[in-house]
T-cell receptor
Framework: AQKVTQAQTEISVVEKEDVTLDCVYE???????LFWYKQPPSGELVFLIR??????QNEISGRYSWNFQKSTSSFNFTITASQVVDSAVYFC???????????????FGKGITLSVRP | DTEVTQTPKHLVMGMTNKKSLKCEQH?????MYWYKQKAKKPPELMFV???????INESVPSRFSPECPNSSLLNLHLHALQPEDSALYLC????????????????FGEGSRLTVL
């Protein structure tokens, strides 16, 4: 069975600090996709990144960066120079290959609540 | 702004009421989803529609009845709900496997916050 573990539940940092959110996953699939979503207080889930299992390149997008390591089944997310607007719940998710029909059945981790203090 | 629109944003209903949640997207996605999210928990999948046909039902009680009248709309009909059904209901859409071979990202709406009294 698929599983996503986000061991950190709550993180509090002061603005401008760097923070890393950890994600460890389990799957038997050889082809899978990993995602990070942000959920601000407004409630919607905002897509941040998708990474497929064949692409282990790290990615940087502005202040955000992701480190995907298949050897340790981890997909960690780092926010550099955090800002108050980064305060939200962050979910790591793993998509399960579905043989027919819709192709995105996501298994979510429990989420990490990030608070950035001014 | 999200490209998936959900109405209403807030709904309060009694256990004998019948109400509906609505979701709309115009991104040409042919897969649409209902998720339920309790406070401080991750979203849980309820239903998936693929090309307007129900493809996944995660053993959801029959008091929740989904409907996909066309490729842009997804409804969730509610009847005889229980207080424990109070939650945030999230709609999402994505490209279906027949539209794109790669795993598509889900686009989520802001959710409908349901309170059952």
């Amino acid at each position: 069975a698929q599983k996503v573990t986000q061991a950190q539940t709550e993180i509090s940092v002061v603005e401008k600090e760097d923070v890393t959110l950890d994600c460890v996953y389990e799957t038997r699939d050889t082809t899978y996709y990993l995602f990070w979503y942000k959920q601000p207080p407004s409630g919607e889930l905002v897509f941040l990144i998708r990474r497929n299992s064949f692409d282990e390149q790290n990615e940087i997008s502005g202040r955000y960066s992701w480190n995907f390591q298949k050897s340790t089944s981890s997909f960690n997310f780092t926010i550099t120079a955090s800002q108050v607007v980064d305060s939200a719940v962050y979910f790591c998710a793993l998509s399960e290959s579905v043989p027919t029909g819709a192709n995105s059945k996501l298994t979510f981790g429990k989420g990490i609540t990030l608070s950035v203090r001014p | 702004d999200t490209e998936v629109t959900q109405t209403p944003k807030h709904l309060v209903m009694g256990m004998t009421n019948k109400k509906s949640l609505k979701c709309e997207q115009h991104m040409g996605h042919r897969a649409m989803y209902w998720y339920k999210q309790k406070a401080k928990k991750p979203p849980e999948l309820m239903f998936v529609y693929s090309y307007e046909k129900l493809s996944i039902n995660e053993s959801v009680p029959s008091r929740f009845s989904p409907e996909c009248p066309n490729s842009s709309l997804l409804n969730l009909h509610l009847h005889a709900l229980q207080p424990e059904d109070s939650a945030l209901y999230l709609c999402a859409s994505s490209q279906d496997r027949r539209q794109a071979l790669v795993g598509g990202e889900l686009f989520f709406g802001e959710g409908s916050r349901l309170t059952v009294l």
